[in-house]
């Protein structure tokens, strides 16, 4: 199947720092990426969509301040956490929708841990 | 009310056990189901597409029932590996396709 890895796997930072996230499709060409968040004990949420070559859409709730997407190219989108503190200490997934004409899958990212001081 | 709800359990059997979960969702137009798994701390990986005339891949069967926005999982002569979080997902469609995660049921089988 498809593969997506995300880079890095795990990063911990001091309050007040910006944190990248890179999502990259690595055997096919992705346009649209999606960026979720889970919380212990809690579900995926759906932080935004990521459209290749066109601004992010975020859901209600998120900031697109504090969360930076960009999707330069067809297979890498990042997540920039700008002057991150401790309750965004997060367990971060990208996923990549692989379409191909039949039914489209979403490939999920081994995940970021975030541990913010 | 929860876009996709599930009963979190835990869900503690023994091996060679049946175990069945259970999901319902609220949005009437939603058009593709899938159930995926999650181990801790990993990310969620697909175990099967659900569809109206009901599937199986080995010991997995999934049903649903689009009338009552009602989807299960059966899980047959669990093993020890089946124990994980179990995510019931939703796809309402529309240009962005965008996944909906129920908050997944637990399930450990015991030795």
């Known amino acids: 199947g498809a593969v997506v890895s995300q880079h890095p796997s795990r990063v911990i930072c001091k309050s007040g720092t910006s944190v990248k996230i890179e999502c990259r499709s690595l055997?096919?060409?992705?346009?649209?990426m999606f960026w979720y968040r889970q919380f212990p004990k809690q579900s995926l949420m759906l932080m935004a969509t990521s459209n290749e070559g066109s601004k992010a859409t975020y859901e209600q709730g998120v900031e697109k301040d504090k969360f930076l997407i960009n999707h330069a190219s067809l297979t890498l989108s990042t997540l920039t956490v700008t002057s991150a503190h401790p309750e965004d200490s997060s367990f971060y997934i990208c996923?990549?929708?692989?379409?191909?004409?039949?039914?489209?899958?979403?490939?999920f990212g081994p995940g970021t841990r975030l541990t913010v001081l | 009310r929860k876009e996709v709800e599930q009963d979190p359990g835990p869900f503690n059997v023994p091996e060679g056990a049946t175990v069945a979960f259970n999901c319902t969702y609220s949005?009437?137009?939603?058009?593709?189901f899938f159930w995926y798994r999650q181990d801790c701390r990993k990310e969620p990986k697909l175990l099967m597409s659900v569809y109206s005339s009901g599937n199986e891949d080995g010991r997995f069967t999934a049903q649903l029932n689009r009338a009552s926005q009602y989807i299960s999982l059966l899980i047959r002569d669990s093993k020890l590996s089946d124990s994980a979080t179990y995510l019931c997902v939703v796809n309402v469609g529309g240009s962005a396709r965008q996944l909906t995660f129920g908050s997944g049921t637990q399930l450990t089988v015991l030795p």
């Open positions: 996923s990549a929708r692989e379409f191909s004409g039949g039914p489209d899958t979403q490939y």
């Open positions: 055997d096919f060409q992705a346009t649209t």
């Open positions: 949005n009437s137009a939603s058009q593709s």
